[in-house]
């Protein structure tokens, strides 16, 4: 079993930052993206730049389609997410949709 680590990002720009040179630094070290940098990110419906935690997630997409792979992306919000936000949350391109509260 292997450890596992925790990377905080303070934007939508540092997310997009950390998946592309994870996986880029994957497939030049092993050739493939076979074992994915990240199992999984959280990512905050209130994270402050790049517009938003919305356009932060179909950018990582766009970077993902690119090797071919797919991180599952969880929503946070600290309110109770109406149909509205729901909706915005998977036509993102996020999995799932997690309250804080």
């Known amino acids: 079993m ?3 680590e925790v990377k905080q990002c303070d934007s939508g720009k540092e ?3 950390l998946v ?3 996986l880029t630094q994957r497939r ?3 050739g493939s993206v076979d074992n994915l940098p990240f199992d999984y990110i ?3 419906c209130q994270m402050p730049d790049m517009d938003d935690e919305y356009e932060a997630t179909r950018e990582i997409r766009k970077v993902e389609k690119s090797y071919g792979v797919r991180i599952p992306v969880i929503a946070l919000s600290g309110h109770d997410p109406g ?3 729901a909706r915005e949350t998977i036509q993102a ?3 799932a949709f997690l309250d804080k509260t």
């Open 28 to 30: 030049e070290e092993q």
């Open 2 to 4: 292997g450890v596992s």
């Open 42 to 44: 959280f990512m905050d």
């Open 15 to 17: 997310a997009l930052r």
């Open 20 to 22: 592309t040179e994870g």
């Open 83 to 85: 149909l509205r936000e």
């Open 93 to 95: 391109g996020m999995d």
